[in-house]
């Protein structure tokens, strides 16, 4: 297949993956505008591609600019050590964080959705789809090729050496092939799903789960490596002493150290020796993570593992007999074995990681910071028992046909929530009550869990009215966002206000008054 | 002594816009038959049966399920089994935690549903296959579960809309037996399905639909003498439902007669 023919076909793939991320990112999606961007996919992508690869080519240069243009207001000039230092690191972290993020959800959504499957019936060779996938996955990264050009050119014009030049415009392939494979190797990852009871099943989901979470979490653990590195740095550095300028060693600080060293030609053969290193191997995870991906993609995502083996049927136990009980544990099950579903859930978690550092710099302001992350949750477990409704997807009939009642499905949703939430918060309370003294921290911490219980019944009950045997995908809209978000203030908002004027003892008896009501409101529920 | 009615429609008719997917239709359900709901596609039979579960309301006429009405009184689902057309089962789930969710929502005995499922299970074909998850499965295996998931609380009355699709012949032969069993213990059965041979072979009583409308309604020998020349149901249906002209000239032009 010519690249011409394999360009133009992509565009019906790519249309799709627009279609998709539409549809699964927007509650309620107006069938003309879902038509019209899709009709204008095309020139959509142009455009952002345009402005995508302006912007991350000016980030790369920007701090070069004041040497080839020095403003004329400053007393001191820039220093050129600095200039390339920062421009380095910029490019290379820019680099590789769009085009992971990019590549990462075009290649997740084509494995989701089994998109290349239906290629396969067509009399095209498997070579030719695979280039397919290829440019659909990477479309809207392939833009991002010209920035490292752009960075070594203007390099170039700054130092007036090759070498730098070189140097940099590989660093920033390298950053692009690294990013490409690590993505295509992600979504091979968590795109597939592992049937059976065998101890290698079970830690293939696990591996497959903790991978999601980490990815969702990636944004919050980036924000805290940047602010604990520098510390972390210092400290390495205290503790390694000599053995710090091995620095220059490890990507991408080796991108910045690369270009100073460029410029000495005792150091140029090593940094450009590790530059081209770095390229290699950013090509060859490029083609073990792009293997990865296309294997995936060609097979099913449901993997059996191990022998089909009969299975004794036992009866459950008569205490479990219950609608809500049952809801609650295939909630649960469905939630570890399928994040995607439910990643709202996880959210608390990354509340108190997000204060971690804060928490270990200034014990004082950590009580604040603990009750602040308290009732954030109640809000975050308000929203994930919704998705917990928008996870039912089209399976709604299979309840209502068994004779669910609206309170059964409404409790389990909620319990479901503040359950994993107070197997989260309650240790927490405990934990600080026993590092920083006031049993406040446990009281707040059981009260948030309460609190969370009664949001989410009096929001889910709210939203039970949408919900029926024929529904295919529960959804709100911006009126019922509001709704929502006025309905959770009403619950915490006399809580939090007690609590800040009165004290926290006071203010868990609001809690337990919330609680009452939600469960009034529940039984008003058919 | 005529055997009582489980199931009654009177006039019902149902639009999605402009398209009337019911128009006037009227049926009885009777204990100890099984129906065959026959038609072709957008006849009707899905929208039927929907009402009949109680899961949309009709424009006007009369609904009665075991003496309620289903869409006031959702609670009679507790006594009907149901197989929609499109399964839409939990992927993440296995067949026997799906089983176990559905035994706890319809408050079954655990001893006893036990019993059932392992009779069920082992009759399909389906035992070594609870542990995977249901994303894995076949389409016929699928098709076993949400058949299983219908008879597992030995309804009063089955709804089953296709349920035969994806089933090999020795499955579909076993689940007739089945069907057999269930409507000798008294279960009101009806079933849509596009396989004439099934229709013809197992149900009691036929309706067929078209645009809507009951067009033929009978035992099944009574349906074949419906034209004197006829000798199959199918070339009654396409005679009833209007096709049978369209079809043979389909057909001719294929073969170059036309």
Known sequence: ?526 | MPAEVLARARDVRKSYGVVKALDGVSLELREGEILGLLGPNGSGKTTLIKILMGFIRPDSGYVEVLGMDPYDNPDVRARIGYVPEELALYNSLTPKELFDLVARIRRLEPAAYARRLDLLVSSLGLKDRMDDLIGSLSRGNKQKVAVILALLHEPDILLLDEPIVGLDPAVARIFKELLYEMRDRGCAIMFSTHILEVAEAICDRIIIMHKGKVVAEGAVEDILKLAAREKTLEEVFLEVTGKAHEVYEVIKALRGEA
């Open chain 1, 1 to 526: 297949m010519r690249l011409r023919e394999a360009i133009r076909l992509s565009g019906f793939l790519y249309r799709e993956l627009v279609y998709l991320r539409m549809v699964s990112t927007r509650a309620n999606v107006d069938m003309a505008r879902l038509r019209r961007g899709v009709r204008w996919a095309s020139i959509n992508y142009a455009l952002v591609s345009a402005i995508m690869t302006a912007m991350l080519a000016l980030s790369s240069i920007s701090p070069l600019l004041p040497l080839i243009w020095p403003p004329q207001d400053t007393a001191g000039g820039v220093e050129l050590v600095d200039a390339l230092r920062a421009s380095g690191l910029v490019s290379t972290a820019m680099l590789f964080t769009f085009s992971f993020m990019l590549c990462a959800s075009a290649s997740w959504l084509l494995q989701e959705y089994e998109l290349l499957k239906p290629l396969m019936h067509l009399p095209l060779k498997h070579g030719d789809i695979r280039l397919l996938a290829f440019i659909t996955a990477s479309k809207e990264v392939l833009p991002f090729l010209l920035v490292p050009a752009i960075h070594g050119i203007t390099l170039m014009l700054v130092v007036g050496l090759p070498a730098p030049a070189l140097i940099g415009a590989s660093y920033g392939y390298a950053s692009i092939f690294l990013a490409l494979g690590a993505s295509f190797s992600l979504s091979a990852t968590v795109s597939r799903r592992h049937s059976g009871r065998s101890l290698r099943a079970r830690l293939a989901r696990a591996v497959s789960t903790l991978t999601f979470v980490l990815c969702m979490a990636s944004t919050f653990i980036l924000s805290q490596m940047v602010s604990l590195i520098t510390r972390l740095v210092s400290q390495i550095s205290k503790f390694i002493g000599p053995f710090s300028s091995l620095l220059w060693l490890i990507y991408p600080f080796s991108a910045a150290e690369g270009l100073i060293m460029a410029l000495s030609p005792t150091s140029l053969i090593p940094a450009s020796a590790l530059a081209a290193a770095y390229l290699l191997a950013s090509l060859l995870a490029f083609d073990r993570g792009f293997m990865r991906f296309w294997r995936g993609s060609i097979s099913p995502i449901y993997v059996g593992v191990g022998e089909a083996r009969e299975v004794r049927i036992r009866p459950p136990s008569k205490l479990t007999m219950s609608p809500c009980f049952g809801v609650l544990l295939k909630d649960l099950k469905m939630a570890y074995r399928d994040p995607r579903t439910a990643y709202m859930l996880f959210t608390p978690i990354l509340t108190f990681l997000s204060f971690f550092p804060a928490l270990i710099e200034d014990a004082k302001a950590a009580i604040m910071l603990l009750n602040t992350a308290f009732l954030a949750s109640s809000l975050m477990l308000t929203m994930a028992s919704y998705q917990l409704l928008v996870a039912e997807g089209n399976s709604f009939w299979l309840l209502f046909a068994n004779g669910i009642r609206k309170k059964d499905l409404i409790s389990a949703k909620a319990l479901t929530c503040t359950l994993s939430y107070a197997a989260l918060a309650i240790p927490i309370g405990a934990l600080a009550w026993l590092l920083l003294g006031p049993l406040d921290m446990l009281l707040n911490a059981t009260s948030s869990v309460l609190l969370s219980f009664a949001a989410s019944s009096i929001c889910l009950a709210y939203l039970a009215r949408y919900v029926g045997p024929e529904t295919k995908m529960a959804k709100m809209g911006l009126k019922d966002l509001l709704v929502i978000l006025l309905l959770w203030g009403i619950i915490v908002g006399p809580y939090a206000l007690v609590a800040l004027i009165i004290g926290p003892l006071q203010a868990s008896l609001i809690a337990i008054a919330d609680l009452g009501i939600a469960l009034i409101v529940l039984s008003t529920l058919h």
